[in-house]
């Protein structure tokens, strides 16, 4: 079992940033990706960016790619989610996600570990 805690979300205003943090169990996490999810009311959780603990490979979806950024701090088996430029439709519950395996995947089920959620709310 691996557990995973998010944690950093909040209220920000358009435009503004946030730093969201995945804090994972303590030991080697070198044949693990990661990846972050969210799930707005009334919608399916979509992707939203993956990284490769070995070689800190990223992976964005469109919607976020140039504002979000993914990386890791391998001694601290934390994962950041640096969000920049927010918009209202970003308003959404945050997951952390793990799964065995370098190559990076954007589908849910390809994901054997979950954090519980952190809120993230974009106003205007």
């Known amino acids: 079992q691996v557990q995973l805690v998010e944690s950093g979300g909040g209220l920000v205003q358009a435009g503004g940033s946030l730093r969201l943090s995945c804090a994972a169990a303590?030991?080697?996490?070198?044949?693990?990706?990661m990846g972050w999810f969210r799930q707005a009311p009334g919608k399916e959780r979509e992707f939203v960016a993956a990284i490769s603990w070995s070689k800190g490979s990223t992976y964005y979806a469109d919607s976020v790619k140039g504002r979000f950024s993914i990386s890791r701090d391998n001694a601290k088996n934390t994962v950041y989610l640096q969000m920049n430029s927010l918009k209202r439709e970003d308003t959404a519950v945050y997951y952390c996600a793990a799964r065995v395996g370098r190559i990076l995947t954007t589908t849910r089920s390809t994901y054997d570990y979950w954090g519980q959620g952190t809120q993230v709310t974009v106003s205007s």
């Open positions: 303590g030991r080697t996490f070198s044949s693990y990706s």
